[in-house]
């Protein structure tokens, strides 16, 4: 079983996210959390292989989470979404070598599975397909 972790301070959007999520990939778990601290103790005790966090977090900065996550974990795969996309984000996040960049505004599905799907394929995955709906 591979995991994901969702970071977010909107529990709406994380159980909707994570549920569609679940729903599309047989061989994921997706656990939720909405803070710093929450994202540390899940990653402690279960290291994801995909990471998704807000920019925004009651608790902190999601850019800086991430960029502390991956100078301990590099392994994680990790995509930062935001409501903007300004270019500051955009090239915030390429410096801290975030994987992908999503917004909200302009959520995208069918990059978001096609991101999972090469990260999952980077684990040589062979049993984790999308489900047909």
Do not use: W
């Not at 410096?95 to 302009?106: G, Q, R, S, T, V």
């Not at 990260?119 to 049993?127: A, D, E, P």
Request: proline share 4%; aromatic share 10%.
């Amino acid at each position: 079983m591979y995991s994901i972790l969702i970071v977010d301070r909107k529990t709406v959007f994380r159980e909707v996210f994570a549920k569609a999520l679940a729903n599309m990939f047989s061989n994921v778990s997706v656990t939720v959390t909405d803070s710093e601290p929450g994202a540390f103790e899940h990653i402690r005790m279960n290291v994801p292989d995909i990471l998704f966090v807000n920019i925004r977090l009651p608790d902190g900065n999601g850019l800086l989470l991430t960029k502390k996550i991956k100078t301990e974990y590099p392994q994680i795969r990790c995509a930062v979404m935001s409501l903007y996309d300004f270019p500051e984000y955009v090239d915030a996040a390429v410096e801290n070598k975030i994987d992908y960049f999503i917004c909200h505004a302009a959520m995208d599905s069918e990059g978001i599975v096609a991101f999972i799907e090469s990260s999952l394929s980077k684990l040589n995955v062979s049993g984790a397909r999308l489900r047909k709906c």
